[in-house]
């Protein structure tokens, strides 16, 4: 895949009446009282990924109420690798793993503070007890949803 092609896949997922300022580093945020993202340009499969994961936040979080962090970016991660696969791009695996990580992440963090409920398909996805043996002994009263 050509570098326009990944180009014209982001500019066609970014919701009209947003906008995009481009950043350098291998980062991403979104904006929603402003209507941005920042993202690096998708000019690789490793900066498409981004851009589709901050698309994502629009197309599915944009105007709801608060949901559990992990439970967003796992979101997030499954709609942007899904995007690419119906464009024909297969997601670097790299990438994919770099997506687990970051969801355990933040499932640990939620754990960390007191969790008492954890999204069941973002612990299976992101392959949460081979990764962090120190945490998978399941907290007692710790709820799957």
Not at 19 to 25: D, F, I, K, Q
Not at 27 to 49: A, E, F, V
Request: with cysteine.
């Amino acid at each position: 895949m050509s570098v326009a092609s990944y180009e014209t896949l982001a500019k066609r997922l970014l919701p009209r009446g947003w906008t995009v300022h481009y950043r350098n580093s291998l980062s991403g945020r979104c904006y929603y009282r402003s209507k941005r993202i920042d993202t690096p340009p998708p000019t690789t499969l490793r900066r498409l990924h981004i851009f589709l994961h901050e698309c994502a936040h629009i197309h599915l979080h944009w105007g709801e109420k608060a949901r559990i962090a992990h439970r967003r970016e796992y979101e997030a991660e499954i709609w942007a690798f899904s995007k690419m696969r119906a464009a024909g791009i297969e997601p670097d695996p790299r990438s994919v793993e770099r997506a687990k990580r970051y969801v355990r992440h933040k499932i640990k963090q939620a754990l960390k503070r007191g969790a008492k409920n954890i999204d069941a398909d973002a612990w299976e996805w992101s392959e949460f007890e081979a990764h962090v043996p120190e945490m998978a002994n399941v907290p007692e009263g710790l709820v799957f949803r």
